[in-house]
């Protein structure tokens, strides 16, 4: 069974560092990732979406997938206090989503 | 558009209660997912549907049962509500497949007494 390990944190910067977020993944076979942001008491929300290896950039967020390594990373620049949040990452392949736990960032203003 | 919504947001229920709670959306998306959420376990997967009248189990299905007669609705009954039900419940649709971005709705926080 597909697994996907986080992290749960709290990962704690301060605000205008870099945050980074890891993802490690057991299907060799997985192709992409998807990472969901979830703030305190509210629902997950589709933030990034990456497929075949390199990074991926959408403003200050970029993602980093490696195949060989087995593992998907989230980078956060510049961070922001409005950043703080719960970040999931979520394996396709042919099955149903398989989301990780979660890692919990808190920026300190 | 009010996207995918969910009722009740809130809900308290004692143990061995029928609940039912309710998943709508507005997307005619295909796929729409039932999921739970609990500290130190993440998201899980309880049913998902990939169309009316499709459903197939998910990671935790005991105690729980779908259905969907329509593409807009996705019904989640919990048969005889136990206290390990008590847990924040995640509807979630996609367009394109069960390995494709999900779209969750608001969440329902259950209580089992």
């Known amino acids: 069974q597909k697994e996907v390990e986080q992290n749960s944190g709290p990962l704690s910067v301060p605000e205008g560092a870099i945050a980074s977020l890891n993802c490690t993944y057991s299907?060799?076979?997985?192709?992409?990732f998807f990472w969901y942001r979830q703030y305190s008491g509210k629902s997950p929300e589709l933030i990034m979406f990456?497929?075949?290896?390199g990074d991926k950039e959408d403003g200050r967020f970029t993602a980093q997938l490696n195949k060989a390594s087995q593992y998907v990373s989230l980078l956060i620049r510049d961070s922001q206090p409005s950043d703080s949040a719960t970040y999931l990452c979520a394996d396709p392949g042919n099955t149903p989503l398989v989301f990780g736990k979660g890692t919990r960032l808190s920026v300190i203003a | 558009d009010a996207g995918i919504t969910q009722s009740p947001r809130y809900k308290i229920t004692e143990t061995g209660r029928q609940v039912t709670l309710m998943c709508h959306q507005t997307?005619?998306?295909?796929?729409m997912f039932w999921y739970r959420q609990d500290l130190g376990h993440g998201l899980r997967l309880i049913y998902y549907?990939?169309?009316?009248?499709?459903?197939d189990k998910g990671e935790v299905p005991d105690g729980y049962v779908v259905s969907r007669s329509k593409t807009e609705n996705f019904p989640l009954t919990l048969e005889s509500a136990t206290r390990s039900q008590t847990s924040v419940y995640f509807c979630?649709?996609?367009?394109?497949?069960?390995?494709?971005?999900?779209?969750f709705g608001p969440g329902t926080r259950l209580t089992v007494t």
């Open positions: 979630a649709s996609s367009e394109a497949g069960p390995s494709y971005e999900q779209y």
């Open positions: 990456i497929y075949s290896n």
């Open positions: 997307w005619s998306h295909s796929y």
């Open positions: 299907d060799r076979g997985s192709q992409s």
């Open positions: 549907s990939a169309a009316a009248d499709i459903t």
